[in-house]
């Protein structure tokens, strides 16, 4: 069965310091891929998606980025944090066909000081 | 612009009763629509969806309804359990074109199953 782990589960860092989330998938060949944030009291919003090695497509302008260096690991990144990118972020695969149910990891909790 | 509206942020029921959770959508391109469970602090699960072509899916305890002149869904949970108890969100999806895998979620809805 595919299974998908993100790592770590809580990260506090200070404002202005570099960041690396981490995201593999299991079980599953040339999955989607997508990174997710959820702000206290919001939905989920889109941040990053991938259908392929190398492909990476942003929907919210932002200091992140993303990049999928092997068909099942996906990184989310920042250069320099901002106090705003505190939150919820998640990551998820989904099968690369149309009406397909994404499957999430169980998230990093990201405190900026 | 919220295309997928949950209007009901919470919503208690007692346990052995039905919970039905309520989820309107504005853009008329949907045609697959999703509902997961999420505890405090893990991941979204997800429980059931329907395609656009279909007015119900059922499964076990949970059956969603889709309304698509109304532009409406619902997820009924007969009988509610506590462990049912969660943040529940209703996603939409458009199928074809550019941004077709992705998913647009609403704001959720925190079921409370009372004993």
């Known amino acids: 069965s595919q299974t998908i782990h993100q790592w770590p589960a809580t990260l506090v860092q200070p404002v202005g310091s570099p960041l690396s989330l981490e995201c593999t998938v299991e079980?599953?060949?040339?999955?989607?891929l997508y990174w997710y944030r959820q702000a206290a009291g919001r939905g989920l919003q889109l941040l990053f998606y991938?259908?392929?090695?190398?492909?990476i497509s942003s929907e919210v302008p932002q200091n992140l980025s993303a990049s999928r260096p092997q068909d099942r690991q996906f990184i989310l990144s920042s250069k320099k944090l901002l106090l705003s990118d505190s939150g919820f972020y998640l990551c998820?695969?989904?099968?690369?066909?149309?009406?397909?149910?994404?499957?999430f990891g169980d998230g990093t909790r990201l405190s900026i000081l | 612009d919220q295309q997928v509206k949950q209007n009901s942020p919470s919503l208690s029921v007692q346990e052995g009763r039905i919970s039905i959770l309520n989820c309107d959508y504005t853009n008329s391109m949907f045609d697959y629509f999703l509902w997961y469970k999420k505890y405090p602090a893990e991941g979204p699960t997800f429980l059931i969806s329907i395609s656009s072509i279909k007015d119900k899916n059922e499964d076990g305890r949970f059956t969603v309804f889709l309304n698509k002149s109304a532009k409406h869904l619902s997820l009924h949970i007969v009988p509610s359990q506590p462990g049912d108890s969660a943040v529940y969100f209703c996603a939409a999806g458009a199928s074809g074109g550019a941004g077709s895998y992705q998913l647009t979620f609403g704001k959720g809805t925190k079921l409370s199953v009372i004993p």
């Open positions: 079980g599953t060949s040339n999955p989607n």
């Open positions: 998820a695969w989904s099968e690369g066909r149309y009406n397909q149910p994404q499957h």
């Open positions: 991938s259908v392929g090695i190398g492909q």
